[in-house]
Nanobody, 115 residues
Framework: QVQLVESGGGLVQPGGSLRLSCAVSGRIFSINYMAWFRQAPGKLRELVARITSGGSTNYADSVKGRFTISRDNAKNTVYLQMNSLKPEDTAVYYC?????????WGQGTQVTVSS
């Protein structure tokens, strides 16, 4: 059974930083890509950042230059370094791994940016 365990969320002031982690356990044959999504109250879930098995990355325009996605293949862990956080970054953040034909989601971790 594949499980994703997220950590690193919390309350931070505007301009601050947080680092989210998502550790993947269980039997996985291959990972196509790993990603972070977020969902703010009353809004649709949106892609924040994605990293492929080859290391290529892409980001939502709203986080470019502030967030960095990375992965540790040996630990089956994906990270999201978030800098220069803004109140509009407040959301529940979810990690996703794409292992065709299945996608697996984490349980979500709350990030609140407020003074």
């Amino acid at each position: 059974q594949v499980q994703l365990v997220e950590s690193g969320g919390g309350l931070v002031q505007p301009g601050g930083s947080l680092r989210l982690s998502c550790a993947v356990s269980g039997r996985i044959f291959s990972i196509n890509y790993m990603a972070w999504f977020r969902q703010a109250p009353g809004k649709l879930r949106e892609l924040v950042a994605r990293i492929t098995s080859g290391g290529s990355t892409n980001y939502a325009d709203s986080v470019k230059g502030r967030f960095t996605i990375s992965r540790d293949n040996a630990k089956n862990t994906v990270y999201l370094q978030m800098n220069s956080l803004k109140p509009e970054d407040t959301a529940v953040y979810y990690c996703l791994i794409a292992t065709p034909p299945y996608d697996y989601w984490g349980q979500g971790t709350q990030v609140t940016v407020s003074s």
